[in-house]
């Protein structure tokens, strides 16, 4: 069984959600994000996340997948004043939502100073709401702005334990796990991190405070990352329970904290039911037949002919 810990599903089909469950993933993140251009007002904001906790929900549950998701203002559009505040006004509603296992992902981007100012008053809401937070770290001085953002967190008291520090690589894993947060790491194709460099991070570092997460979005991705590695870990002789900490434990320690998220919601398994409607809508098209049945946590499979 594995849990992919970021998972942005809005941008993926169907098709992939019957991947991941054949792949034996019972569990995904959805964090929040950039949608690839800039929002323009805070209604499209509302709309944005009231998806991903309603009807991704639903769409994941077709395919014998729980679907979890963090909610937060992220990093780029943080440099838009006027859209963070209407934003941050909406924040708490949402996060008090069924599923909603963090506030994120947020942190920074180019590092600027409104990005600083609502990284930290996000922070603020997970103290407040007693929530985990996942921590983008930004593609430009990766390791300045990693260093930068657990700082912050300290300063506000944050405990390193409830924080998920995203989007690693070699030169920021020794920080994060050293200062005792938790350090995940997108499996992302030619950029953020390769398989074949996890896996020896794996091997140096072992499974302990590590999670792995495909990062799935609308570009150049893989939905079925997090299964491929782990695939490859155990070619390579990584230990079965260091890939079974990076790959599914550890993810459900960390996001478990929130009340939100337990083995409980998959272990003995799912029902699906194809017939189920979402504001009237179903995953069906073309009169196709639904699946209606039990299925075994990891067994999923289903394909839709």
């Given amino acids: ?4 810990a970021h998972a942005h599903m809005i941008s993926r089909t169907t098709d992939d959600y019957q991947a991941m ?23 499209t904001y509302v709309d944005y996340l009231s998806h991903i906790v309603g009807f991704e929900r639903f769409r994941a549950s077709q395919f014998g997948i729980r679907h979890y998701c963090t909610i937060g203002l992220n990093s780029k559009e943080a440099n838009n004043e006027e859209l963070a505040e209407g934003v941050m006004e909406i924040l708490p509603q949402f996060a008090l939502k069924e599923g909603v296992v963090a506030i994120g992902e947020i942190g920074y981007d180019e590092q600027t100073p409104l990005e600083d100012k609502y990284f930290r008053a996000q922070l603020e809401l997970a103290k407040e709401l007693d929530l985990p937070v996942m921590i983008h770290t930004p593609h430009r001085d990766k390791k300045k702005g990693t260093l930068r953002s657990m700082d912050v967190c300290r300063e506000h008291g944050v405990d390193p334990n409830k924080i998920v520090v995203d989007h690693n690589n070699e030169e920021t894993v020794e920080d994060v796990l050293d200062r005792g947060f938790w350090a995940a790491f997108s499996i992302y194709p030619s950029t953020k991190m390769g398989n074949v460099r996890m896996v020896e991070l794996l091997k140096r570092y072992g499974g302990d405070r590590v999670i792995l997460d495909s990062a799935t979005d609308w570009g150049i991705s893989d939905p079925l990352a997090v299964p491929k590695t782990a695939e490859l870990a155990r070619q390579s002789g990584v230990s079965e329970e260091a890939i079974r900490k990076a790959t599914y434990a550890n993810a459900l320690t960390a996001y478990g904290q929130s009340g939100q998220m337990s083995e409980a919601d998959w272990i003995d398994g799912l029902r699906v039911d194809q017939t189920q409607l979402h504001e009237g809508n179903s995953i069906l098209r073309g009169g196709r037949d639904p699946v209606v049945e039990n299925v075994k946590a990891g ?6 002919e």
Avoid: C
């Fill in 21 to 43: 469950a054949a792949a034996g993933v019972v569990a995904l993140i959805e964090p929040s994000f950039w949608i690839g251009q800039p929002r323009t007002y805070v209604g």
């Fill in 1 to 4: 069984m594995f849990i992919d």
């Fill in 299 to 304: 067994t999923a499979g289903l394909i839709i």
